[in-house]
């Protein structure tokens, strides 16, 4: 029996989850999808680093934007930001997530 509030997972394949989620966060243009899922990406992203699962953050792709896929509809605010933003602020939120979790 574990202690209360912690859950015992398979490394392999939370290791794969977790970097299945960071490739669809980053690969994302829409905002919304983004907004929604970058707390649950950096807290998933936090707990593997934590149990020694490297998860790295994909590299920015160059001349995409954000709202490029047609298929997306977009809510008002800031289309043109380039996908390294979406990196750079995954990775700052990984961060956060960590320094405030129990240790």
Same mark, same amino acid.
Do not use: K
């Given at each position: 029996?574990? &202690?209360?509030?912690?859950?015992?997972?398979?490394?392999?394949?939370?290791?794969?989850? *977790?970097?299945?989620?960071?490739?669809?966060?980053?690969? *994302?243009?829409?905002?919304?999808?983004?907004?929604?899922?970058?707390?649950?990406?950096? *807290?998933?992203?936090?707990?593997?680093? &934590?149990?020694?699962?490297?998860?790295?953050?994909p590299e920015?792709?160059?001349?995409?934007?954000?709202?490029?896929?047609?298929?997306?509809?977009?809510?008002?605010?800031?289309?043109?930001i380039a996908?390294?933003?979406?990196? *750079?602020?995954?990775?700052?939120?990984? &961060?956060?997530?960590?320094?405030?979790?129990? &240790?």
């Open positions: 029996m574990g &202690r209360p509030g912690h859950l015992e997972v398979d490394p392999p394949l939370y290791a794969e989850f *977790t970097r299945g989620l960071v490739a669809r966060h980053c690969r *994302t243009g829409h905002s919304v999808v983004l907004a929604l899922s970058e707390g649950f990406v950096a *807290t998933a992203v936090a707990l593997a680093r &934590r149990a020694g699962i490297e998860v790295e953050m920015p792709e160059v001349g995409l934007v954000r709202g490029d896929d047609q298929r997306d509809a977009q809510v008002p605010g800031n289309p043109r996908p390294a933003a979406v990196v *750079t602020a995954l990775d700052a939120r990984v &961060r956060e997530m960590d320094h405030w979790m129990d &240790r």
